[in-house]
């Protein structure tokens, strides 16, 4: 049965009340951070705040801090787009997987990485390369306990194999036209919480993966896409306009009065397409163990800016994350600016990397290739004598009754 719209008309209607009482309390706020943003203590006072909520005494920042030494820009500061340069050597990687089937006789995954390299200034065809990767050892499927591997231990090692592939492709290019820039479609300040099978192992060698990409060279970039959930300067916003007696005291974890502000909202009113915001970096646990772990260093700190790309019929707004050996290289932050502002007007209408769309589509595991896959497991499986799984009865009665309809014409009852 389909749903029946006429019975939701009028709580539509009432949601539309909420969202207009919704956004002029956002737009009330917005203008208060604008005006923080445009006029922001002095340095000194800054520094003095940022000092503060590192001290053992106050904790719970989880806000953004600017940059220390000759990288340092203000925390206004935003830089529009500088001319790209005559080439350079793009390359992007995503990835795609297929979850075990506990109900499958035999458990496996599958881990599929798509790379892109696309040959700036030049007139060469783009190259394109998928490496899949099907997981079916018991070791490797299963805990400890011998339990199928869940979904988050599965989309935490795609993610170390993303990185581990764009190293690997980085290195084998570098002698190839500079700058080398490697594109990663997500956060670079990765981690995994206990309960994902291997998670120390997972951590390290993700940390190989940075190793390899600076030793190649490469100028690191994580594209974030629409960041709705980024809200570190709207904390430090907040954080500045605090007296050091009143932060000691704040929940530095919000946004205090600017509460219900996202970092998208700020930027997507003051900068202009091909504008990037200043770097600075995240105030967390997480980023100071990449700047002093095992495998890490100082080198290894991620930092970051925002971006407003535009396609010249819409803009978008990213939040690009750089490791620090790219953060304090004016000349490579600005090759990189320049290049994801022009790899974002390739695509018509989407403001989007051109290099990473396409890594995308040679990543991605679509249903019927997960059903050939099934197939082509299941033969196997009927060879040594084992019946593949079949579906269960709430299953098959979804299926029926989720199909494509066919019409049946009984004919008349008693009739020919």
């Known amino acids: 049965m389909a749903l029946e719209f006429n019975k939701i008309v009028e709580q539509v209607h009432k ?26 203590p002095p340095l000194r006072v800054i520094r003095e705040r940022v000092a503060l909520v590192q001290s053992p005494q106050v904790s719970g ?55 892109f390299v696309y040959h700036h200034g030049a007139s060469r065809v783009p190259e394109q390369l998928t ?27 795609r993610t170390v194999r993303e990185m581990q592939e764009l190293g690997r492709l980085a290195w084998a290019k570098r002698g190839e036209a500079r700058p080398l820039i490697a594109l990663y479609d997500n956060h670079l300040l990765f981690g995994v919480n206990a309960d994902v099978v291997g998670h120390k192992a997972i ?12 030793d190649a060279g490469a100028l690191l970039a994580g594209y974030v896409d629409n960041p709705v959930r980024s809200r570190v300067v709207i904390r430090l916003l907040y954080l500045l306009s605090l007296s050091d007696d009143e932060a000691r005291r704040a929940d530095l974890s919000s946004g205090g009065d600017l509460e219900g502000l996202k970092d998208i909202h700020l930027f997507n009113s003051v900068l202009r397409p091909g504008e990037r915001s200043a770097i600075m970096v995240q105030n967390s646990p997480r980023n100071l163990a990449y700047k002093a772990g095992e495998g890490g260093g100082a080198s290894y700190e991620i930092a970051f800016f925002y971006l407003k790309t535009s396609s010249g019929y819409q803009s978008s707004l990213a939040r690009v994350d750089i490791p620090m050996w790219v953060a304090r290289d004016r000349r490579a932050v600005d090759e990189l600016h320049a ?13 989007y990397p051109y290099a990473l769309t396409r890594a995308d589509e040679l990543a991605v595991v679509t249903g019927r290739d997960k059903q050939k896959l099934e197939d082509m497991i299941n033969v196997e499986l009927r060879k040594r004598g084992v019946e593949p799984v079949r579906f269960t009865a709430k299953e098959w009665g979804k299926a029926l009754a989720r199909s494509p309809k066919r019409k049946h014409d009984m004919g008349k009852a008693g009739g020919v």
């Open 61 to 115: 920042y989880r806000g953004a801090i600017p940059l220390n030494g000759p990288a340092y820009e203000p925390v206004n500061a935003i830089y529009p787009a500088p001319p790209p340069p005559p080439s350079a050597t793009i390359i992007a990687a995503d990835g795609s997987q297929i979850y075990p089937n506990e109900q499958m006789p035999f458990h496996y995954y599958l881990i599929n990485v798509g790379l």
């Open 203 to 214: 951590m390290r060698a993700y940390m190989g993966a940075l190793v390899h990409l600076h």
């Open 131 to 157: 490496i899949p990767r099907l997981a079916f050892h018991k070791d490797h499927v299963h805990d400890a306990r011998g339990r199928v591997i869940s979904a988050r231990t599965v989309d935490a090692r």
């Open 339 to 351: 290049l994801l502002v022009a790899q974002c007007a390739m695509q018509g209408r989407n403001p």
């Open 15 to 40: 949601m539309s009340h909420m969202l207009d009482a919704l956004d002029f309390d956002l737009g009330a706020r917005l203008a208060v951070a604008r005006e923080r943003f445009a006029n922001p």
